[in-house]
């Protein structure tokens, strides 16, 4: 099962929306509405931000929010603040019953 | 609050054999599949294997699949990955991770796992 593919790094000031693909297959992100994302910090385990395409868990700032539009997935980060700055992974459910995540985007704030 | 505590990583020789383990509380683990992810020093999150609730059903990586076994004591509350034929490309951060539907809602420190002689 191949990586989805996503931007090496993604960049915006302070106030600004940035977004991040995701793209796979239909064997993957197009054919299942099981697309996640998550939030990882320099030494920290990762986060999950966004489930099942656009669904927040709870405590998740509504900045962040999910998309997805045949094989390729977005998360979107409005308002950009210092402390989005990290790395993001995407990860989708696969026709493999398996899982499979994205190449990871860094996030800068300028 | 759920809480996932990895533990067994450490120095292994390559050929060499480990085992880690992963103590979870806060939440009825014996309803939720596990999952072990790692991630190589300085690269991205890859998935190594799964198994479910009761354990009936496991999945492994192509990449591990006849050297890594995963197994559950849901006695113990307690995940575990028992690694064998240890590789250099073994040598990872393995986080333990809570299953929800088609989700990782909840992941552990991780625990480093070098393999070199």
């Known amino acids: 099962q191949s990586a989805l593919t996503q931007p090496a790094s993604v960049s915006g000031s302070p106030g600004q929306s940035i977004t991040i693909s995701c793209t796979g297959t239909?064997?993957?992100?197009?054919?299942?509405?099981?697309v996640s994302w998550y939030q990882q910090h320099p030494g920290k385990a990762p986060k999950l931000m966004i489930y099942?395409?656009?669904n927040r868990p709870s405590g998740v700032s509504n900045r962040f929010s999910g998309s997805k539009s045949g094989n390729t997935a977005s998360l979107t980060i409005s308002g950009l603040q210092a402390e989005d700055e990290a790395d993001y992974y995407c990860?989708?459910?696969?026709?493999?019953?398996?899982?499979?995540f994205g190449t990871g985007t860094k996030v800068t704030v300028l | 609050e759920v809480q996932l505590v990895e533990s067994g990583g450490g120095l292994v020789q390559p050929g060499g054999s480990l085992r880690l383990s992963c103590s979870a509380s806060?939440?009825?683990?014996?309803?939720?599949?596990m999952h072990w992810v790692r991630q190589a020093p300085g690269k991205g999150l890859e998935y190594v294997s799964a198994?479910?609730?009761?354990?009936?059903?496991?999945y492994y990586a192509d990449s591990v699949k006849g050297r890594f076994t995963i197994s559950r004591d849901n006695s113990k509350n307690t995940l575990y990955l028992q690694m064998s034929s240890l590789r250099a490309e073994d040598t990872a951060v393995y986080y333990c991770?809570?299953?929800?539907?088609?989700?990782?809602?909840?992941w552990g420190q991780g625990t480093l796992v070098t393999v070199s002689s």
């Open positions: 990860s989708s459910y696969t026709s493999s019953s398996s899982y499979v």
């Open positions: 099942e395409v656009s």
């Open positions: 806060g939440f009825t683990f014996s309803s939720y599949a």
């Open positions: 991770v809570k299953g929800g539907a088609a989700i990782f809602d909840y």
């Open positions: 239909s064997s993957d992100v197009g054919g299942y509405n099981y």
């Open positions: 198994i479910s609730s009761n354990g009936g059903s496991t």
